[in-house]
Nanobody, 115 residues
Framework: QVQLVESGGGKVQPGGSLILSCAAS????????MSWYRQDPGKERELVAA????????TYADSVKGRFTISRDNSKNTVYLEMKDLKPEDTAVYYC????????WGQGTQVTVSS
């Protein structure tokens, strides 16, 4: 059974930091490119960051460049999103996404940036 389980979301003040984790199971994690997306109610889901299967290449949305870092540990079947200098506009549900022979989505974790 394929699972992508996100964790680490929560409420944080502007300027704060969070680290999201996505634990994968049920498929060969190292064969899949991984991404983080986010979606605010009433808006389209947008790509935040992506990382290749080996982790040698990463890409970011312009809005998070320099603040967010995506990484992965293939020995732990986990992908991370380190978020720094969070802004109110980063508030959204964050989703983990796997792309390879098939595609899989996690259930999402809420991030709220508010004072």
């Amino acid at each position: 059974q394929v699972q992508l389980v996100e964790s680490g979301g929560g409420k944080v003040q502007p300027g704060g930091s969070l680290i999201l984790s996505c634990a994968a199971s049920g498929f060969i994690f190292s064969m899949y490119a991984m991404s983080w997306y986010r979606q605010d109610p009433g808006k389209e889901r947008e790509l935040v960051a992506a990382i290749t299967r080996t982790g040698d290449t990463t890409t970011y949305a312009d809005s998070v460049k320099g603040r967010f870092t995506i990484s992965r540990d293939n020995s732990k079947n986990t992908v991370y999103l380190e978020m720094k200098d969070l802004k109110p506009e980063d508030t959204a549900v964050y989703y983990c996404y796997a792309r390879g022979y098939a595609t899989y989505w996690g259930q999402g974790t809420q991030v709220t940036v508010s004072s």
